[in-house]
């Protein structure tokens, strides 16, 4: 086979581009990622080995082996899990196959310092070798195929794949040809401290051998020893486990580069037997809208990957949820029937749901108790995100539960906070209620395109002028769930831009209806209200004098039984 140079995909040459030149700080991170990597490789094999035992070959014992070779300057990370075959090396090692990484790439700024925070945020995977190398070298044999191949880039030019002369062991083999300044990769102490503070809480054995040079021009070997601890964190006892520990599997079973919102760690025991560690972002992950999103919450079944299909064990309302449930008690083969329908399966997510939900209704009430203290955190400890910043990145997925999950939409109603007429912030609508006017019986709206412009808009006129707050609802899920919900604690939603809302029982601020209404001409009314019925003829359905304005001579509300006016909008833009 003749070696020819393939360049990398446009996307990927812009993302080494910055890893190469802004990433430079964080160098430790690319041993993180490749051990990532064969970690997953490893587990692909043994689930995909529970069926195909023969994929195991003679070497069923996966673990990850790392090689520093000071003579020859050279790093090899080694996994004996699924390996890669021709396709697979070139979709995965030549394109950007994250699905987020068009929206990533659409975000960056050019601004060095704001790119590197995304970026970090993003993570880089297995591009960020280029920063400790100038030649990487990935030989590799799939699991159940004879071939073996051999890539190798320089991280510019683009990347070749050739058929291996020889054989290779089953899994994946990556050799770094370090940099001149990056050297340091070859310590034994140094390697240590980084799987320490970032692959800990890898499941498998991690071993490593370290090749000295030695002063008389022969290589010193040491035996390999195995660096990690490799039991599954989530198994481990809660008290035994750092913040670091947690963030660190986070960011492995996320792909995520964040600091959590909220974490969930338990064990069910029972009926059903299951442990559960679950991540709550704090940040909106880039794919969040992209209904080929991967990366959710992963199951296991006694310590054995089986999938991580996002709608098996959240709901999609909670797609931002990523962490892993172990089961004691299904099957090793459970089939997908059984995931998608099965009754253990369906008890397992109610209970992850109803405990997520309640893990988030403690983060805001402690967000809003500190927020109450006013106090500022001591220096060092990191600043956590407060609820309502949190709400304004998430809240529009969350709203799409109230819809799609009946049975938990008290606790969504709660969470739920609103931009309203009371002050800039946000508001809960418990808040809201505690507000309310005496003889006010309903919760106002009205929607539109965002709350800022909604602030002088005349519907809110009437209300305003009675001191009656008005939530100002300007993300288009509102429209989905406002006629499912229709009340919240008894008390209605109610749109001002609908037919007459009649806000006459309900006491004016200060003042009691001193302000009298200015008489009306009845006849010269009547002529206004005709002579403007022919000039705009069909465009309108009716024209009425209305009490609902002040200051403002007209306003269009719709129909009371008609589609609200933004839905009419947000339905006309969708079917062009
Ligand atoms: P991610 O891990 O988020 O998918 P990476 O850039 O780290 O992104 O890796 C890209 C892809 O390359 C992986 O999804 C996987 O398919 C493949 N890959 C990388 N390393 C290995 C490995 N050691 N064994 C098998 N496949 C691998
Ligand atoms: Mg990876």
């Not at 998608?340 to 009430?365: F, N, P, S, W, Y």
Request: proline share 3%; charged share 30%; with cysteine.
């Amino acid at each position: 086979m003749t070696e020819t140079v393939q360049p990398f995909e446009a996307d990927v040459s812009r993302v080494l581009d910055l890893v190469i030149n802004s990433l430079y700080k964080e160098r430790d991170i690319f041993l993180r990622e490749l051990i990532s990597n064969a970690s997953d490789a490893c587990d692909k094999l043994r689930y995909q080995s529970l069926s195909q035992p023969e994929l195991l070959e003679t070497d069923p014992d996966l673990k990850i082996r790392i090689l520093a070779d000071a003579a020859l300057g050279l790093l090899t990370v080694t996994d004996n899990g699924i390996g890669m075959n021709r396709e697979d090396l070139c979709e995965n090692l030549g394109t950007i196959a994250r699905s987020g990484t068009a929206r990533f790439l659409e975000q960056l700024s050019g601004d060095k310092d704001k790119d590197l925070k995304l970026i970090g945020q993003f993570g880089v995977g297995f591009y960020s070798v280029f920063m400790v190398a100038d030649k990487v070298v990935v030989q590799t044999r799939k699991a159940g195929e004879d071939k073996s191949w051999i890539w190798a880039s320089d991280g510019r030019s683009g990347y070749t794949v050739q058929e291996a002369p020889a054989t290779v062991p089953r899994g994946t083999s990556i050799t770094l040809h370090l940099k001149a300044d990056a050297k340091e990769y070859l310590d034994g102490w140094k390697i240590r401290q980084i799987v320490r503070t970032y692959s800990d809480h890898i499941g498998i054995p991690i071993l490593l051998e370290v090749r000295e040079k030695a002063g008389d021009g022969k290589a010193k070997a040491e035996e390999p020893q195995q660096i990690n601890e490799a039991s599954a964190i989530w198994t481990r006892p809660k008290s035994e486990i750092s913040e670091d520990q947690y963030r660190e599997f986070y960011h492995h079973v996320a792909h995520a580069f964040d600091e959590p919102f909220a974490r969930l760690h338990f064990t069910a025991e029972g009926v059903l037997s299951y442990t559960a560690l679950l991540f709550v972002p704090s940040t909106r992950p880039f794919d969040l809208f992209d209904p080929k999103r991967r990366h959710g919450v992963k199951l296991y079944v006694r310590r054995v990957f089986i999938t991580s299909d996002l709608e098996a064990l959240m709901p999609r309302y909670l797609r931002f949820v990523s962490g892993v449930v172990d089961s004691e008690d299904l099957q090793l083969n459970v089939s997908r029937e059984t995931l998608q329908h099965g009754a253990v399966i369906a008890k397992m997510k109610k209970a992850l749901v109803r405990r997520l939900l309640d893990e988030i209704a403690a983060k805001a009430k402690a967000s809003t108790a500190a927020s109450a203290d006013g106090e500022a955190k001591p220096d060092g400890e990191a600043k956590t995100k407060s609820y309502e910043d949190w709400w304004a990145e998430f809240g529009s997925v969350l709203k799409e539960g109230l819809y799609e999950d009946a049975e938990n939409r008290e606790k969504l109603l709660e969470l739920a906070r609103f931009r309203s007429t009371h002050g800039a912030g946000w508001t809960s609508l418990a808040d809201y209620v505690a507000r309310m006017k005496e003889g006010q019986d309903a919760i106002y709206y009205i929607s539109g395109e965002s709350h800022t412009a909604l602030r002088t808009s005349p519907q809110l006129e009437q209300a305003l002028a009675k001191g009656v707050e008005v939530l100002l609802l300007d993300d288009p899920v509102d429209d989905f769930w406002l006629p499912e919900v229709k009340d919240y604690q008894g008390k209605p939603f109610r749109s001002l831009t609908r037919g007459e809302v009649d806000l006459s029982a309900i006491k004016a601020e200060g003042e009691a209806e001193k302000e009298s209404e200015p008489k009306l001409d009845d006849e010269a009314l009547k002529r206004l209200i005709a002579r403007l019925k022919t000039a705009l003829g069909e465009e309108v359905t009716d024209i009425r004098s209305s009490k609902r304005l002040r200051d403002s001579a007209v306003c269009l509300v719709a129909d009371e039984h008609g589609l609200d006016l933004r839905l009419e909008r947000f339905l006309k833009q969708h079917s062009q």
